[in-house]
């Protein structure tokens, strides 16, 4: 049998060297499922889940699975969220290309993700802060954390690897928003923790511009920015 790999986008192959080797995977909303078809055809993972709440996704899916030939290890679900997967279909469970909002409910919903054996890869496409937050506060513990450059430098992903540790904790805001990153340490870490603090300048501008009871808010903006440039700029270039 011809077995052939689909092409992954910097996103996506950062969001794969992220899932443990040898590992079952569920990919939830997966859309085109090429990133379950690159994992099992490449004997990366043993077998894969791929779900999707609309039916045309997931056709979309199953029709990628038969063009690579990956249909035997694929099994797919039309299902929201987790709904539809049980614990034994997934080792490592992805949650890629929705808002940070919406993975934390995906994980809220689903009580068997708090499990110390179980590996979250998360890809937030916005409210990075927020899931950071939920997960810190939920007993979930972020391992590490990359961020992944496509179209020259204009768009940056972040992606993160979770588990349960049954542990919550409150953390500083400025946690929040940079997490692990520093610890990467790349050039693409860099410029995302620069944008980050980017935008926290924009909304204190906003902020000074409009109200005088908005100061407060922007002096905090402010405060939280320089310490997000502090640490970027304190990043050693690799």
Not at 56 to 71: F, H, K, M, Q, V
């Amino acid at each position: 049998m011809d077995v052939r790999l689909p092409r992954l986008t910097p996103r996506l192959s950062l969001v794969a060297s992220f899932v443990r080797r040898g590992v079952v995977i569920a990919d939830i909303g997966t859309d085109h499922a090429y990133l379950p078809v690159w994992l099992v055809n490449s004997n990366f993972c043993r077998s894969a889940v791929a779900s999707d709440v609309k039916k045309g996704p997931l056709d979309s899916a199953r029709r990628t699975a038969s063009e690579y030939n990956a249909e035997e290890k694929i099994s797919f679900k039309l299902a929201d969220g987790m709904d539809g997967v049980l614990p034994s279909q997934a080792d490592d469970i992805v949650i890629a290309g929705m808002g940070g909002e919406l993975i934390a409910d995906i994980i809220r919903r689903c009580e068997w993700l708090k499990d110390p054996t179980k590996h979250l890869v998360l890809q937030p496409m916005t409210a990075q802060a927020e899931l950071r937050e939920f997960l810190c506060e939920s007993g979930f513990t972020i391992t590490r954390e990359a961020i992944a450059i496509e179209k020259s430098g204009l768009k940056l992903y972040l992606v993160m690897s979770v588990v349960f540790s049954g542990k919550p904790f409150f953390a500083d805001p400025v946690f929040y928003i940079s997490g692990l990153l520093a610890q990467e340490g790349g050039a693409a870490e860099r410029a995302y923790l620069e944008h980050q603090a980017n935008i926290l300048l924009k909304k204190a501008k906003g902020l000074r511009a409009s109200k005088s009871e908005n100061i407060t808010e922007a002096v905090k903006a402010e405060e939280l920015a320089g310490k997000i440039q502090d640490i970027y700029t304190q990043m050693q270039p690799l």
